[in-house]
């Protein structure tokens, strides 16, 4: 009997012993952020320090790369801005490169950003291959015509037109679908788009009225928006598409923006300048 309740003694001690190493060994040990498992996303960017953010930089007041100073201003910077300022400390802590339409996909596929903001409208098929927030920002299309042209009032009238859009954008599909008699120039850049338009060279230009609006805000005399929209477009945060963790980290700060003012005070610096409907682009949360 004195041999069980020794034999039992030294296991009780040898378990504690092992305890107590566990307990050392937790506290030397970086902690894992709640909700996401290690090498998470997040957590690989707050090991980094940095936030690399696909976006666009032809889109004046969404993601516009100024040649003056190389700043990169609009509504869809601010935003990546406000996400960077939330894992890091710092809204500085941000990279950005810049992104085509057609390429979106590829660069979240392979890595190359930790996630896209640039003017990414959710679609069935996009959602096939990366994960998307919900959305943050509402968009419908438009049409930007010469400001001297009266022949357009809407998208029945491009019928014989020469209509310019982005390659790999939903406003194609739109376009082909709406108006299949239009001649469709599908370029990379939407400031080809206006050169083409100013000059003469094409009718009209079709794309989010986002877009559009910033677009007419670089030569407010020349051009101006029809106002007659068609075809709602959803705009979302694009990331990998099993990516779960990051995703729903990245829905609950874009509830905290809608809701405590911040979304409203980027976009009052931003597409409120061109005298953009904050009630109509605003998602409710």
């Known amino acids: 009997m004195r041999r069980a309740r020794l034999a039992a003694g030294v296991v009780r001690a040898a378990l504690a012993a092992v305890a107590a190493a566990l307990l050392g060994t937790a506290c030397t040990e970086p902690t894992v952020a709640p909700g996401f498992p290690d090498e998470s996303t997040r957590q690989r960017i707050e090991r980094r320090g940095v936030l690399t953010v696909g976006i666009k930089f032809d889109h004046p007041l969404f993601g516009f790369k100024d040649p003056t100073n190389g700043r990169i201003t609009g509504f869809d910077a601010d935003l990546a801005r406000l996400v960077a300022k939330d894992l890091t400390g710092s809204e500085r802590n941000v990279r950005f490169i810049e992104i085509m339409p057609r390429d979106r996909e590829k660069f979240i596929q392979q890595g190359l950003v930790d996630m896209i903001a640039a003017t990414y409208s959710i679609t069935p098929q996009r959602a096939a291959e990366v994960g998307f927030t919900d959305p943050y ?20 009238d491009l019928a014989g037109k020469r209509v310019c859009t982005a390659a790999g954008s939903t406003s194609e599909n739109q376009l082909r679908a709406r108006a299949p008699r239009a001649h469709l120039e599908i370029v990379n850049s939407y400031s080809e788009c206006t050169h ?12 989010d009225d986002s877009i559009l609006l910033g677009l007419m805000s670089l030569r407010p005399d020349s051009v101006r928006l029809v106002g007659r929209t068609f075809g709602r477009e959803l705009y979302g945060i694009g990331v990998r598409r099993e990516d779960h963790d990051f995703r729903r980290y990245l829905n609950g700060l874009i509830t ?3 809701r405590d003012g911040r979304w409203d005070r980027v976009f009052r610096d931003t597409m409120g300048i061109a005298g953009a409907d904050p009630d109509r682009a605003k998602p409710a949360r």
């Open 196 to 207: 083409a338009l100013v000059s003469g060279r094409i009718d009209a230009i079709s794309t």
């Open 256 to 258: 905290q923006y809608l």
């Open 137 to 156: 920002y509402y968009a419908d299309q438009d049409i930007l015509v010469r400001a001297d042209d009266t022949s357009i009032r809407g998208v029945d």
